[in-house]
Structures are given as C-alpha cells and as structure tokens.
C-alpha cells in the first residue's frame, strides 16, 4: 500500500494562512486528493487531482504539488474551517493519510 | 441532487454476518463506479471496496478479500457490502461514495460494532 504522510495536528488563528503537507514514497502522479471532515459527518471533497477545487468550495482553499510531494493550502482561515483534513492518493489503488486536525489557537 | 443513504449496520458478534446497503438518488446510478470507504473511532479514513459500472469488475482491500463481497443493483440504484466472518477490527462506520479517481459525494455513514 501506498503510505501518505501528513504533518501533524496545527493550531491557527482566524485570518492566517495555513499548509497542511502529504507525502508519499512513491509517485501518485497528479492523484491526490483532499477532503474536509468535521466531527460526526462525513468527509466532503475539497480539492481534486491535486489542485481543482470541487464545486461550491471557496477559493481561499487551494491544492498543488506533484509526485510524492502534495500540499493544501486554506488562506485565509475562517473559524468555520476548523475541522480534520485528509489527503487521498488513488494513483497505486486508494490509501488516505492519517488526517490533520486543525484547532484554534 | 445527488444523494447517498446507507443502511444495515448495528451490533454484531465476531465471526457473524452483516450486509450494508447503499440507495442513491439524483444521478445516474449506473454510470459510476462506487465504493465503501469505513473510519474506525478516532481513526483515519479507510478505503473497502470498490465497484465498475455494471458490477462486473471489483476490488478489495487485502485485510477483507475473501470475507466482504461488494455488489450492486442498478435497477435499484442501490450499492451493498456483504461482509462474512466480521472481526473486531471491521468496528468502524462505513460510507459508500460515489468514485471517480477521487470520491466526489458520500453517504452520512453507518455504524458496524463487532463484539461479543
């Protein structure tokens, strides 16, 4: 299986501009995807192939990178943003990080 | 809109049977593959199973091939997770998903406890 790696737990403050990191061993190619998911519901997808937004999600939400590289960016943070965030490759099959969990300073 | 409904879970004993379904709405069922993605208690997400358009053509995760069967019904418009021979580490809630390489809708999740 492929392995995602996702930095740990962060702590933001409204207004900042935060990067979540997911790294893999080997390529996914452009396949990687991320998804938002707050505490008993289920996850919505946010960013597709690596850096296409899915529909109806805000701008200030943004994906890039390449390979075994992949980063997600939310700038600025709202409140409202304050949830888990987790990668997905589909290029070797499907594996999903670990999760970010994103709080309040 | 799309929507996906599950349905089936509950408390079962190790060893024992359970089958989840999944009715969707608001798309054309047929046309998508699906997949059932489960997340143990204050785990991370994790990939089942997955489906071809017509059912033809299936995948599995190692740790449930040979024990979890997916299936569906396009007359129905309804997906389903056979699973045999449950383990205490098939406790999770499990979503089925609509798949592109990515999954793009989710159902809200039902629970499976296996205990004695």
């Known amino acids: 299986d492929t392995v995602l790696t996702q930095s740990p737990a962060l702590a933001v403050s409204p207004g900042e501009r935060v990067t979540i990191s997911c790294r893999t061993r080997?390529?996914?190619?452009?396949?990687m995807h991320w998804y938002q998911q707050k505490p008993g519901q289920q996850p919505k997808l946010l960013v597709y192939?690596?850096?296409n937004l899915a529909s109806g999600v805000p701008a200030r939400f943004s994906g890039s990178g390449s390979g075994t590289d992949f980063t997600f960016t939310i700038d600025p943070v709202e409140t409202d943003d304050i949830a888990t965030y987790s990668c997905?490759?589909?290029?070797?099959?499907?594996?999903f990080g670990a999760g970010t969990k994103l709080e309040l300073k | 809109e799309v929507q996906l409904v599950e349905s089936g879970g509950g408390l079962v004993q190790p060893g024992r049977s359970m089958k989840l379904s999944c009715a969707a709405s608001?798309?054309?069922?047929?046309?998508?593959?699906m997949a059932w993605v489960r997340q143990a208690p204050t785990k991370g997400l994790e990939w089942v199973a997955s489906?071809?358009?017509?059912?033809?053509?299936?995948y599995y995760r190692d740790s449930v091939k040979g024990r979890f069967t997916i299936s569906r019904d396009n007359e129905k418009n309804t997906l389903y997770l056979q699973m045999d021979s449950l383990r205490s580490e098939d406790t999770a809630t499990y979503y089925c998903?609509?798949?592109?390489?990515?999954?793009?809708?989710w159902g809200q999740g039902v629970m499976v406890t296996v205990s004695s």
């Open positions: 192939k690596t850096s």
């Open positions: 997905h490759q589909s290029g070797n099959s499907d594996t």
């Open positions: 608001g798309f054309t069922f047929s046309s998508f593959y």
């Open positions: 489906i071809s358009t017509g059912g033809g053509v299936t």
């Open positions: 080997e390529s996914v190619n452009t396949l």
């Open positions: 998903a609509r798949r592109y390489n990515y999954f793009d809708h």
